[in-house]
């Protein structure tokens, strides 16, 4: 129960993103767990004209969410950051909150059909939500990186949900 | 700057006076984390620097010497890599969009297996043909060819990639010519920075060695943005006959209009009905 109420915390703490280094000290991995299931879940039940013509498979949205994470990390660590490992995969996780929700909203807005204005529902969803996702990841991290390099470590920050959020604005229903 | 910290298990030894000595880096083991580091000691003026001057060539000014000045790094070949990676897949899916919305029969597929293909293309250019180029100059040295170190060639490779990246994204207009043009004006740009850089090195080694490296890293360079726009990107519409079912199903774009015409199928498909 205990767990359950520090995820939820960190939730909150990714929509309504401030500065705070209690939330960098107790990290955790089932948010971002949960967060990438269930986006790649999401992401399943895309159309194929033929098997390798689709989206992204359940594995590759996983490798890709985990070992961009991880990159990105040892990325920031390279270049001097102070953050450890751990904790700075905890926060590229968890803000994929907002594109998680991203998706929800493009699902549903296609169950309601898939024509020129739900796409620029989509779109305008997907982008105000990476905008969300890039802000709230750099808020955290911006401060334990050396201020010369701070464009070189949110440069694959931003890169990384880009790929996310071109995955769920392209995905379309069978 | 290297960082001066404390060491790990190393008591009693002179890290930091060695260091500020000389100002050269003490050489660290290959498993410790600081040896890396070393690769990613660069600031962001200096990675912009470099990629401006991965794209003009300046006769007198070797991009490893002046650019580089012993301090190759990986940060700007890896990301520039990534970037281009997803340029590549993301504008040629798109290419795939406008070029064939008219079309009916076409249904938006977000062609996902691209960005594996593109990754495995892009990082073996920019990893193994540095690799190639740097073992047959050391391999030449003897003969006089220099060399530079494995990692001030990769570097330089991978920052000459980043003339690809507005490419791929200007490849999206959808005319043939302004396509070829951008190839030719991007190819020529990082190419001859490449040339610029590893003609001083075989210029003693002889007349033929020298022509046959620098074509061959020339030819290299072009050669793989050509494959590249010829494989992701939707060939915009020339003089070719009417598009049949078969073209647009199948994802070899590459084969659009070399595509050998099947006797039957053309048939068929013009509406004239075979003889029986």
């Given at each position: 129960m205990r767990d359950l109420k520090a995820v939820g915390k960190k939730f909150v703490h990714v929509m309504?993103?401030?500065?705070?280094?209690a939330l960098l000290r107790d990290w955790d991995l089932w948010g971002p767990l949960v967060l990438c299931v269930s986006l790649a879940l999401m992401l399943q039940g895309g159309s194929a004209d033929s098997k390798d013509d689709g989206g992204p498979q359940f594995a590759e949205v996983f490798v890709i969410i985990w070992f961009g994470a991880v990159v990105i990390t040892l990325n920031s660590k390279l270049l001097?950051?102070?953050?450890?490992f751990f904790q700075s995969l905890c926060v590229l996780g968890y803000c994929v909150l907002p594109l998680t929700v991203a998706m929800l909203v493009c699902r549903l807005v296609l169950l309601a059909g898939s024509g020129t204005v739900s796409f620029i529902i989509r779109l305008i969803v997907v982008v105000a939500m990476f905008g969300w996702s890039t802000l709230a990841s750099t808020a955290f991290l911006a401060d334990s990186q050396p201020p010369n390099r701070k464009a070189l470590v949110v440069y694959p920050i931003f890169l990384f949900y880009f790929v996310i959020s071109w995955m769920i604005l392209t995905f379309t229903p069978q | 700057a290297v960082t001066v910290g404390p060491e790990e298990g190393e008591p009693g030894d002179d890290t930091d006076t060695t260091e500020l000595l000389g100002g050269q880096r003490r050489p660290r083991s290959f498993w410790t984390f600081e040896y890396y580091q070393a690769f990613f000691d660069v600031d962001t003026h200096q990675v912009l620097e470099r990629i401006k001057g991965s794209v003009t060539p300046l006769p007198g000014k070797n991009f490893v010497r002046h650019r580089l000045r012993n301090n190759p790094d990986l940060y700007g070949p890896f990301w520039i890599c990534a970037t281009l990676v997803f340029a590549l897949a993301v504008s040629g899916n798109l290419s795939h969009l406008t070029e064939k919305q008219a079309s009916p029969t076409y249904h938006y597929s977000p062609q996902f297996h691209n960005v594996t293909i593109a990754a495995t293309l892009i990082y073996c250019y920019a990893w193994l043909v540095p690799l190639a180029l740097w073992g047959f100059l050391r391999w030449r040295q003897s003969h006089g060819a220099g060399a530079y170190s494995f990692l001030e060639t990769v570097c330089v490779y991978g920052y000459s990639l980043s003339a690809y990246i507005p490419t791929a994204v200007l490849w999206?207009?959808?005319?043939a010519w302004l396509q070829w043009l951008l190839l030719a004006v991007a190819a020529l740009l990082s190419a001859s920075v490449l040339a610029l850089t590893f003609w001083p090195l075989v210029r003693a080694d002889g007349r033929a060695t020298t022509l046959a490296v620098v074509a061959a890293v020339v030819s290299l360079h072009t050669l793989l943005a050509v494959g590249c726009k010829l494989y992701f990107f939707q060939q915009p519409p020339s003089a070719s006959p009417a598009p049949s079912p078969f073209h647009t199903t199948v994802g070899a774009e590459g084969l659009h209009s070399h595509a050998p015409q099947l006797p039957g199928t053309n048939i068929s498909l013009l509406g004239t009905h075979p003889v029986r």
């Open positions: 309504y993103p401030k500065k705070s280094s001097g950051g102070t953050i450890s | 999206l207009i959808p005319a």
